[in-house]
């Protein structure tokens, strides 16, 4: 009994390949000034309209869905280290040229070129993690998504003061982060992918075959977008009311918090739950979070709404990664997990372009009820696929 206890804890034990990537994610994070201020940074310094603001935020995620391709494929073809590096210091450059950008056209491209780079490292470093034992990799995506959102509360915090007195130097700060980010890599990533596991299939043809990959693909782009929405349109919200830069970096640094905090109970609870079950339930508090900001009025009601979309973070963090990594095929992983990332980067595009005109043209009440209809729809569907994912993984 010792001797299989002793095994198992050897087993599920973090490898060094954790807690490296789990810098990386953690001082790129946490450097990250630019991101949660975008949209304060173009109504207020640039004077956009929040529409085109909104279309910015979407350009970034429109890099960002081709950066899990490219991602993807180049994890495959060059290596998850080589994609890493080339993604972190892609973005210091784009950052540099973002925060210089003068005009719209200018901008977007700037903000395009951006989400392309800084997306690079997501499906690389899945795939890294994917090639893991299958027993460590639910606890090691846990750890990068609880390093990430700790860097993320550090500079929602930060970024907050800073923004106050000007947003030059966030650009900045935020491009010498991703150098540092790519210092880590030299230093204490290895190069996982096995040489007998290079590809020459395309993954197209695989992809297409596999159904339960596409379905779970779709439910997800919906997930995504619902919660980019939430968090694209919710400095709007509370400028509406009146709330200052200061105060919107303060109640967005407790989603970081609340996820640093809770996520390792919630690994505790959720790593051995039924997969679809807790996926399910975290895109119905997703809606639900995303309703309850829309008509929040004071920062206590944002700070309610973003905890319960907080929670719903944690339950897609504990079970996302694990469950497409024991999806794809050992030859395709990097691109699988490409095509997965990708559901987020393309949430990323649609949310903030929707949740923005809905809020424009409709009100923040249909935008709650918007919310909420959605989480409940999402809800449903990943229900009606949990047998079918059960079947697969076992």
């Known amino acids: 009994m ?3 206890t002793t095994s198992l ?26 991101q949660p201020m975008l949209v304060l940074y173009l109504t207020q310094e640039q004077r956009l309209t929040p529409t085109a603001a909104g279309a910015i935020v979407a350009a970034v995620g429109i890099g960002d869905f081709g950066s899990q391709l490219l991602g993807g494929w180049l994890g495959d073809r060059i290596g998850r280290r080589r994609t890493m ?16 950008a003068a005009t719209t056209p200018v901008i977007w491209a700037a903000a395009l070129g951006y989400g392309l780079a800084a997306g690079l490292f997501r499906p690389a470093g899945s795939a890294a993690v994917a090639d893991l034992p299958a027993e460590q990799r639910t606890r090691a995506y846990s750890l990068l998504y609880w390093a990430a959102n700790l860097g993320y509360a550090v500079a929602a915090t930060v970024a907050g003061v800073l923004a ?58 919906g997930c995504f977008t619902l919660l980019m929405q939430a968090f694209a349109t919710l400095p709007l919200l509370m400028t509406a009311q009146h709330l200052d830069a200061a105060t919107y970096g303060a109640v967005l640094a407790l989603n970081g918090f609340a996820i640093v905090i809770l996520q390792p109970l919630g690994v505790a609870v959720l790593a051995h739950r039924d997969r679809g079950t807790v996926l399910a339930v975290s895109m119905l508090l997703a809606g639900l979070g995303g309703g309850l900001a829309a008509v929040s009025q004071s920062t206590a009601g944002f700070a309610v709404a973003i905890l319960v979309l907080s929670l719903g973070q944690i339950g897609l963090a504990v ?76």
Do not use: K
């Not at 590096?85 to 210089?100: C, K, P, R």
């Not at 990097?334 to 949430?347: C, E, I, K, N, P």
């Open 319 to 394: 079970q996302f990664g694990a469950t497409f990594a024991a999806l794809a095929p050992p030859d395709l992983r990097s691109r699988y997990m490409g095509v997965a990332s990708s559901a987020w980067s393309l949430g990323a595009v649609l949310g903030p372009m929707l949740g923005t005109a809905l809020l424009e043209q409709a009100g923040r009440i249909w935008l709650g009820v918007v919310a909420l209809a959605a989480g409940l729809l999402l809800f449903a569907a990943q229900q009606a696929v949990a047998g079918s994912l059960r079947g697969r993984q076992s």
């Open 85 to 100: 590096l080339l993604g972190f210091l892609g973005t210091s450059i784009a950052l540099a040229a973002l925060g210089t």
């Open 164 to 221: 106050s007195r000007g947003y030059g130097l966030l650009f900045w700060l935020n491009a010498v982060a991703m150098l540092a980010a790519a210092l880590i890599v030299v230093a204490a990533v290895p190069e996982t992918r096995s040489t007998s596991s290079r590809s020459r299939r395309a993954l197209l043809p695989v992809l297409l075959a596999d159904r339960l990959m596409i379905t779970m693909t779709v439910i997800h782009v």
């Open 9 to 34: 804890s050897e087993r599920t034990r973090l490898p060094a390949l954790a807690w490296a990537l789990g810098a990386c994610h953690l001082v790129a994070r946490a450097g990250s000034f630019v």
């Open 2 to 4: 010792t001797v299989a």
